[in-house]
């Protein structure tokens, strides 16, 4: 079995699993107690929140814990729009954003709320003067991903973070979902960034838990009342299990982070060498630093990209069309579209996405059987005639 799908969620380390079984059984007090056993289990919170913020580059007090990349968006955007909306009304965001940031921005203009998305190139990337066009005295908020999740597009977030110098009121959120642990960290969490969201089933931790971090002083309007945890932001008692398995995750993949992410970028240099100079193969992930190393989309024309996945899936190689969370709906090709892809390839697009379990061997497997495809549709589709 080859799993080349781990944009979209990873196994779990079987490490931290043995970090979240062992809490699970043994510290499951409630950390809002005042006994014993809550004490023990809010030490554990604490010192899980401290090892995390000092992994991040961040403070303390400065991480929330939440139920993963979709709530982090969500308290990140709404929060910050409610907690500014007297200031003004208008927020900026671009047209390639996961749905969790897309389907958040249309809620609030739904609401009221001015709405601008920001276009992008032929890569899939952002233009900072598009965006100094776009500020004006009511912007509050600018959310731009980190890494784009379909074709692993960065976003030049430390030029938006230079511009947005001169914006000290404007909130800067990034999706940094699928940043962690490709060795680009300090391109997509600059200084200037005051909101970051993370899922921690993207890095070998269990789903259901992931992290907001907000920079201190950066207020932000709790979507959830209740019992107060996590400062008011985010109420409802802590996931203790996970969140020990998620630090111990984070941890774990931010080890020789450089060689893991030079041995995925291996994995795609040897994919990209055989898929590119083959007639009627577009790739729209190129080898390159402004790309991640870790995803690989392309699309084989005249072939549906879940048709493609469904035929490798009968080798047992796993695969996606272009996002996961969008591969059952008819928007499946957001960003391909947004770039002005034809919407005949754009359909075709499937997406590889490496971890650092992958091999160099699997990518040959890899290479083996998608020629044996590629020939047989090559024919009917009298590709290179």
Not at 14 to 19: D, E, F, I
Not at 348 to 372: P, Q, W, Y
Request: with cysteine; net charge negative; proline share 3%.
């Amino acid at each position: 079995m080859i799993y080349f799908d781990n944009s979209a969620t990873t196994k779990i380390d079987p490490a931290v699993l043995a970090t979240y079984d062992q809490v699970a059984q043994n510290i499951w007090g409630n950390p809002s107690s005042l006994h014993k056993m809550g004490d023990r289990a809010y030490q554990l919170l604490t010192s899980s929140r401290k090892q995390i913020a000092s992994l991040l580059g961040a403070k303390q007090d400065e991480i929330f814990f939440t139920s993963g990349g979709t709530e982090s968006n969500n308290t990140a955007i709404k929060g910050t729009a409610i907690q500014k909306r007297e200031f003004g009304k208008h927020i900026i965001t671009s047209s390639v954003e996961h749905a969790s940031v897309a389907n958040a921005f249309n809620a609030l203009e739904n609401l009221g709320y001015r709405v601008t998305r920001l276009p992008v190139d032929k890569e899939g990337r952002v233009n900072v003067n598009d965006l100094r066009n776009a500020l004006d005295t009511d912007t509050t908020l600018v959310s731009i991903m980190g890494v784009n999740n379909e074709i692993g597009t960065i976003q030049p977030i430390e030029a938006i973070s230079d511009l947005l110098t001169n914006y000290p009121t404007i909130q800067f959120h990034v999706d940094n979902v699928q940043a962690l642990g490709k060795n680009i960290w300090p391109r997509v969490f600059t200084p200037r960034v005051d909101l970051s969201s993370l899922s921690a089933h993207k890095f070998h931790a269990p789903r259901g838990i992931g992290i907001l971090y907000k920079k201190e002083g950066k207020m932000l309007s709790p979507l959830h009342d209740g019992g107060g945890q996590e400062k008011g932001l985010r109420s409802g008692t802590e996931n203790l299990p996970a969140i020990a398995a998620m630090a111990k995750a984070m941890r774990l993949v931010l080890t020789d982070e450089a060689d893991k992410a030079n041995h995925e970028a291996a994995i795609k240099r040897k994919i990209v060498d055989y898929l590119q100079d083959k007639p009627g193969i577009k790739i729209f992930s190129p080898v390159s630093d402004d790309f991640t190393p870790h995803i690989l989309c392309f699309a084989l024309e005249g072939i549906r990209g879940e048709t493609l996945v469904h035929t490798l899936e009968e080798h047992d190689i796993y695969t996606s069309t272009t996002s996961a969370c969008a591969s059952t709906k008819t928007d499946e090709a957001s960003t391909l579209v947004s770039m002005h892809v034809d919407d005949k390839i754009a359909t075709s697009a499937i997406r590889l996405s490496f971890d650092e379990s992958n091999t160099i061997e699997e990518a040959d497997e890899f290479i083996a059987v998608f020629d044996k495809i590629y020939q047989h549709f090559a024919k009917i589709n009298h590709l290179g005639e």
